[in-house]
């Protein structure tokens, strides 16, 4: 059982940044990918970026790619997500969530899921 609690979501200006962390309780979280997910109001959760159990590789989706950066430190059990160039339609609950499988992009594939964290982008 991991449970994942996320925080650093807020209110930022286009162009700012931002950075989400998520914690995770648990002494297996090292065996867990992580990754993380957006739901923008009227819209279905979409996948952001992923990152492998030892940290070595990530996994970024296109409208992000370039400007988040996804790590984790797994002495302190927490993946973290670099939000830079925020555009306005960035604006969202972004989730954490850890998978057996690996760098998946996909809801179903993902295990455990945090309660989200509200990032919001003006214009």
């Known amino acids: 059982q991991v449970q994942l609690v996320e925080s650093g979501g807020g209110l930022v200006q286009a162009g700012g940044s931002l950075r989400l962390s998520c914690a995770a309780s648990?002494?297996?979280?090292?065996?867990?990918?992580m990754g993380w997910f957006r739901q923008a109001p009227r819209k279905e959760r979409e996948f952001v970026a992923a990152?492998?159990?030892?940290?070595?590789?990530?996994y970024y989706a296109d409208y992000v790619k370039g400007r988040f950066t996804i790590s984790r430190d797994n002495a302190k059990n927490t993946v973290s997500l670099q939000m830079n160039s925020l555009k306005p339609e960035d604006t969202a609950v972004y989730y954490c969530?850890?998978?057996?499988?690996?760098?998946?992009?996909?809801?179903?594939?993902?295990?455990?899921w945090g309660q989200g964290t509200q990032v919001t982008v003006s214009s």
């Open positions: 969530a850890a998978n057996k499988i690996g760098l998946v992009r996909t809801r179903r594939e993902y295990d455990y």
């Open positions: 648990g002494r297996t979280f090292s065996s867990y990918a």
């Open positions: 990152i492998s159990r030892s940290g070595g590789n990530t």
